[in-house]
């Protein structure tokens, strides 16, 4: 039954691949830095790189730069009388417009700044991910360790950590954030910004961690070589993270799968209610405000690049899942934090 | 059972009240209060002070709280300021409207969900594959995004209304058909991605079902597949959608906040949204203890699902 | 003109009264226009005053004192009669400590209240404590109430809270086009029309036309639009936002909306600095911070025409005071302009002593601190965040490092009365044309003293001269003497620009095709500050 559809999760693992190169190599790979604004070219659709003329002559790769057609109704056409080449692997870059300022390569078209929406999209790849990963670590280390100390320990001190965890899931992660920000300076780098938004995560993923881990340790701790092992006089630390622990293994490793993208999707929504990474910072779900408007995405479907993106990452991380054997439905819980920031929705 | 049951009720209150208090504390503690929302700048301050001591928000944070708590203790739990109504009467009121846009979602979800896991579950072939790979695309769909392409596509087709719950001028069986016509859009946003999950759930379930001796020994029995798949698996193969019942209740019913605001369904999400950017303190304080309750309901509802599907639970 | 029919228009907010007494937000003006009238109004299309509950009015020899006559046969929504009575109450409560109403710093002249006497049930005499040239354009911001229904609340001092948002409509009477007929909390406000009502239009047919209006309360602005877009709702609460000025130029190619450019708008948003001396004692940056030269390399820093290209799509003019060119009485032809010169930007900033000693583009004081503030803006308007991020870039050129902080309005407005701030970009809406009406932003007294909140007396001798001037200028009898001096306010102010400005946008408007009669106005509510004409062309409303 789960066998012949073990392509799906080479299809993930090749989405994953793709995505991770991409935030990996976006210095690289972007034609433009992230804030790179190109004040004339506000929501500019994407130049499209051509290899034959209008006149129908090959060329190496080139764009027509855009012209503006009306300014007031965002409406550009290329121009095409002139042709811009690409040029390739210059100033520390894979491939840009050889006429940069006038006219960028602009893959996915720009936003409502007139900044590359493909570049940005690669950058945020970084800020997105790498929040929700580090966020699922942390999850799942804190998560192990209250519900490895809770299974292993018993009695009146599981209870409280049971109910400490029970009680973090319903809190709304709002008040939390909402607090955090009346006391924090107004002005917060992004490198503080991406670490408490990674340590809330954190916080409020590791509840489901820990009644995992706990359920799994108490079970362990019936079997027989953890007699033995208490027997033999083993410590109540070596106990726990000698035997008890590496048997929650697996079922961490499918958290992990389960946690980063619900997390992503957590990032996404707070950040567009103006409450994850401040605008300039080129977050997906910052990047996703531009489609706030929703007239803007006839008019301008390419500022739906950063839920495309979202998909494929949540969806990837769910077929290497399911190809592996495992329900991606069991990501339902996990996913209650991003409904949980709902409520945060933007505090204008 | 009972002491069980004792034991959660006694969990939900404390939870109801840490987490009222939280948020009254908290919402006092962030910047601006209802006051400078509703004066906004260049107001006269002596306006703004008396408005201020109105409300009784010129009162330390501890006082107001013990204010509200001795009141609270008497079911009194303080007057909004941006209604003018009595927090107590306000939240049933949205709450009932969210509670019919979850229950839609989920009656849905459940129509749709299961009847396509089964078959997915129980048949495998091209046509289980398809259900799984359309469900495995709807989970990966955020529901922000699928409740604006909703908006978008009422917008131009006209098919449906943009947000509210009712119209203008109906009453009687035309207000039903009318308030059906626009829980629609926000329903199916909201139930998309649980009806694949439930899809998912028991989808594998049944397979899994479908493999215990049981099972084969009815087959052995000659008991015909359709009854076998639709009455003796599911029975044992409903466990795992049953446990995750009531959890799905109550986030549906705390977690419809984003498709509320995105459709303006007038919801207890709304009311939050609204109460929260007036810094309406009790109003939010409602709220959220609304949202704990409704949580904390949901897990007992759960458990009863769970006891209710599997005569193992009952009897513990 | 066809009578009868229902209009939808949409409100942001929901009512936090329906007390114009106690509240100035939108939502309660709008709620007011429709149900409450006034003695006098301004017409916002001709920006004159006509007569509403006055009909005619004489004025005293000395100009202080003016008779009014009230209008025969006028009756409240309930069908009690109007009379002088109710102007008095009115007077009172407007006046009155307790209730400390919004709008009564707006009633008094140089801090004192109007005399207020009622000789005969149809006459009232309003006395000015001293010359006022507006005269009794002061009495568009004072709607008259019932008498009758509120006399009980005032004796009690609870004025302020009567009304409130779960007032029952029946307990409610005006003498406004329109009456509240049903709220529904989270959807809409119904409004029929009061039978009472005392206008006629020009052939002597009742107004108002409409049966019915609704308010739709839809708080995103997008949802709004897509509604307007699908004939869901006929107008908007507000002026249409540039970015959606192209969905709907679409809509309006296909006859669905009216698009209506009223040009170049009154208002211009604002960058203002914290110049309280003593809430920035203890910071270095002070020097420059509250300096002018510092303020005037900004204006010459940041690109206007670029500005108004980023920000409003090309549709605004440069601004360089807060009047707009808009504002033909008032605009001082001979304001300074500050063209884009960031060389120039940068002697200034050199003869404050800051320059790039680190050799990193960003300039530092003569003690080596890197030049940087933080820049407060309201989180949620585009045209504010997009402003606030062009003058971010532009003093980024200069070597000037701005950190932008979007905050929601309660929190940016508590910054702002606590002097908590650097410096803060946001929109600050005038009420009234005539700079006389709006002494709480000149007066260095006054309460939207942008620069220095809560400054009682002036701090420096040059808003002591515009103290002065203002003073002065507001009892002028004549235009041309209130102009002059008006002219010289402005340029002083031009001199130390303690407010920035950049671009005045032009405004747009939006309606459903089946509005007729509307006369819309570039002040705020720009298309139902007169209800009671407009009308919809085809039969009850599209829903």
């Known amino acids: 039954m789960r066998h012949h559809l073990g392509w799906l999760r080479g299809i993930g693992l090749l989405i994953m691949g793709v995505v991770l190169l991409g935030a990996v190599a976006a210095p690289w790979l972007a034609p433009h830095a992230a804030d790179d604004q190109h004040p004339d070219l506000l929501f500019a659709p994407p130049t499209w790189p051509h290899i034959r003329d209008a006149g129908g002559h090959w060329h190496a ?58 570049s940005r999209l690669l950058y945020g790849a970084r800020l997105s991910l790498g929040v929700a990963a580090v966020a699922a670590l942390g999850a799942l280390l804190v998560g192990a360790v209250v519900g490895g100390i809770a299974g292993s320990a018993g009695g009146a001190t599981e209870e409280l950590l049971m109910r400490g965890a029970e009680f973090l899931l319903v809190l709304p992660a709002i008040y939390v954030i909402l607090a955090l920000r009346a006391v924090m300076p107004l002005v917060l780098p992004a ?25 799994i340790v108490a079970a362990e701790r019936r079997r027989e070589y953890y007699a033995a092992a208490v027997a033999c006089g083993a410590g109540r630390a070596r106990l726990l993270f000698r035997h008890l622990l590496p048997s929650t293994r697996g079922f961490l490793l499918v958290q992990l799968t389960v946690l980063t993208p619900a997390f992503v999707l957590a990032e996404a929504t707070l950040s567009y209610v103006g409450m994850g990474f401040p605008g300039p910072a080129p977050s997906w779900g910052s990047m996703l405000r531009d489609a706030a408007n929703v007239s803007a995405i006839a008019d301008f479907p390419w500022v739906l690049a950063p839920a495309a993106a979202i998909f494929l990452v949540v969806l990837g991380l769910n077929l290497i899942l399911q190809g592996s054997g495992v329900d991606p439905a069991a990501a339902f819980h996990a996913g209650s934090p991003v409904r949980d920031a709902g409520p945060t929705a933007d505090l204008r | 059972m ?99 846009l979850a229950l839609a979602a989920l009656l849905l979800a459940t129509l749709v969900g299961l009847p396509l896991g089964v078959v997915s579950g129980s048949r495998p072939g091209p046509l289980a594959t398809a259900i799984r ?106 466990r795992p959608c049953a446990s995750v019942y009531g959890l799905v209740v109550g986030t549906l019913l705390s977690g419809s906040f984003i498709v509320e605001i995105v459709t303006a369904w007038p919801g207890l999400g709304r009311l939050m949204y609204d109460a929260l950017r007036a810094r309406d303190v009790y109003l939010v304080t409602g709220c959220a203890a609304a949202g704990a309750l409704f949580l904390a309901a949901g897990s007992v509802i759960s458990d009863l699902a769970l006891a209710a599907a599997d005569p193992r639970v009952r009897a513990q | 003109m066809q009578p009868g029919g229902t209009l939808v228009a949409a409100i942001r907010s929901e009512p936090r009264t329906f007390n114009r007494y106690a509240s100035r937000d939108l939502t309660t003006e709008i709620i007011s226009r429709l149900t409450q009238d006034k003695l ?128 029952p409509p029946s307990q409610m009477a005006g003498l406004g086009p329109f009456v509240l007929s049903e709220y529904q909390p989270g959807q809409r406000l119904v409004f029929t029309r009061n039978p009472h009502f005392w206008g006629k239009d020009a052939r002597g047919r009742p107004l108002p036309y409409l049966d019915r209006l609704i308010l739709d309360i839809v708080p995103d602005q997008n949802a709004e639009l897509l509604r307007l877009e699908a004939g869901q709702i006929d107008m908007t609460t507000d002026a249409v936002r540039p970015e959606d000025y192209r969905s709907l130029k679409q809509a309006a190619d296909q006859g669905r909306v009216k698009l209506i450019d009223l040009g170049v708008g ?63 009485t008032w605009f001082w032809t001979g304001t300074p302009e500050t063209p884009y010169d960031p060389a120039r930007a940068r002697a200034l900033l050199a003869g404050l002593g800051l320059t790039d000693r ?29 402003g606030a991020s062009v003058i971010r870039d532009a003093l980024a050129k200069v070597g000037v490092t701005v950190d932008v902080v979007g905050l929601d309005v309660g929190a940016l407005v508590q910054r702002f009365t606590t002097n908590a701030y650097d410096a803060v970009y946001f929109s600050v809406y005038s009420t009234d044309t005539d700079p006389a009406l709006q002494l709480d932003f ?102």
């Open chain 1, 61 to 118: 790769p080139f764009i027509y730069p855009l012209r503006l057609v009306s300014r007031l109704e965002q409406r550009y056409a290329p121009d095409r009388q002139v042709r811009v080449p690409l040029v390739w692997f210059t100033r520390g870059r894979l491939v840009m417009s050889a006429d940069d300022r006038r006219a960028p390569l602009l893959l996915l078209g720009a936003d409502s700044f007139g900044r590359d929406e493909f």
């Open chain 1, 191 to 215: 490198s503080t910004v991406f670490a408490l938004l990674a340590g809330i995560l954190a916080l409020v993923g590791s509840p489901f961690i820990a009644q995992g881990v706990r359920a």
């Open chain 2, 2 to 100: 009972v002491r069980y049951l004792l034991r959660r009720l006694g969990f939900a209150v404390l939870l109801v009240f840490v987490v009222a208090s939280a948020s009254l504390v908290l919402t006092r503690l962030a910047p601006g209060d209802f006051a400078t929302e509703a004066f906004g700048l260049g107001a006269n301050p002596r306006t703004v002070a008396r408005a201020r001591a109105r409300y009784g928000l010129d009162e330390p944070i501890l006082t107001q709280y013990g204010l509200w708590l001795a009141h609270a203790a008497r079911l009194d739990f303080g007057t909004s300021l941006l209604y003018g109504r009595p927090v107590a009467q306000l939240i049933p009121q949205r709450a009932a409207n969210t509670a019919l």
């Open chain 2, 133 to 238: 790979l359309v469900s495995l695309l709807l989970l990966s769909m955020p529901p922000l995004v699928t409740s604006l392409l909703f908006v978008f596509v009422a917008a131009r087709t006209g098919w449906f209304p943009i947000g509210g719950m009712s119209s203008l001028d109906v009453s009687g069986f035309g207000l039903v058909r009318d308030v059906l016509w626009h829980l629609t859009l926000p329903a199916v946003a909201l139930a998309l991605p649980v009806a694949a999950m439930f899809e998912r759930l028991q989808s594998q379930a049944m397979a899994e079902a479908l493999t215990q001796p049981f099972v084969l020994a009815a087959r052995a029995r000659g008991v015909p597949p359709g009854r076998l798949i639709w009455r003796d698996a599911l029975r044992v193969a409903i």
């Open chain 3, 40 to 167: 006098i109004r301004i017409n916002r299309a001709t920006d004159q005053i006509e007569p509403r509950l006055a009909d005619r009015w004489t004025r005293s020899a000395d100009g202080l004192e003016y008779t009014l006559h009230l209008r025969p046969g006028v009756e409240f929504s309930d069908g009690v009669p109007f009379t002088s009575a109710d102007v008095l109450f009115s007077f009172k409560a407007v006046y009155d400590p307790k209730t400390a109403s919004p709008l009564g710093d707006a009633m008094r002249v140089g801090g004192r209240p109007l005399q207020v006497s009622a000789p005969t049930p149809s006459t009232v005499v309003i006395r000015f404590p001293s010359p006022f040239a507006p005269g009794l354009r002061l009495l568009d911001n004072l709607p008259i109430l019932p008498r009758h229904l509120l006399q009980k609340a005032l004796d009690q001092g609870t004025l302020a809270s009567a009304w409130g948002p779960a007032t």
């Open chain 3, 266 to 328: 009154l208002n211009a948003d604002s960058l203002w600095f914290n110049l309280n001396r003593k809430s920035k004692a203890g910071d270095p940056r002070a020097a420059w911070l509250q300096s002018e030269a510092f303020r005037r390399a900004i204006s010459y820093a940041v690109d206007r025409r670029r500005f108004a290209d980023t920000v409003y799509l090309g549709e605004g003019v440069p601004v360089y005071g807060p009047i707009s060119p808009a504002n033909h």
């Open chain 3, 358 to 386: 680190q050799g990193n583009g960003r300039l530092e004081d003569r003690a080596g601190r890197p030049v940087r503030f933080t820049l407060l803006t309201a989180k949620g308007s585009t045209a504010l965040e997009r």
């Open chain 3, 442 to 543: 000149w007066l260095s007294s006054g309460s939207a003293h942008l620069w220095n909140f809560g400054e009682q007396t002036p701090a420096t001798p040059w808003e002591a001269q515009i103290d002065d001037l203002m003073r002065r200028q507001v009892a002028a009898p004549r235009l041309a003497d209130r102009q002059a001096l008006f002219d010289q306010v402005q340029k002083i102010f031009a001199e130390h620009l303690p407010v920035l400005q950049f671009v005045a946008p032009r405004i747009y408007v939006a309606m459903s095709t089946r509005v007729t009669n509307a006369t819309p106005a570039l002040q705020r509510p720009q298309l139902l500050w007169n209800p009671e004409v407009l009308a919809v062309r085809g039969s009850s409303g599209t829903r």
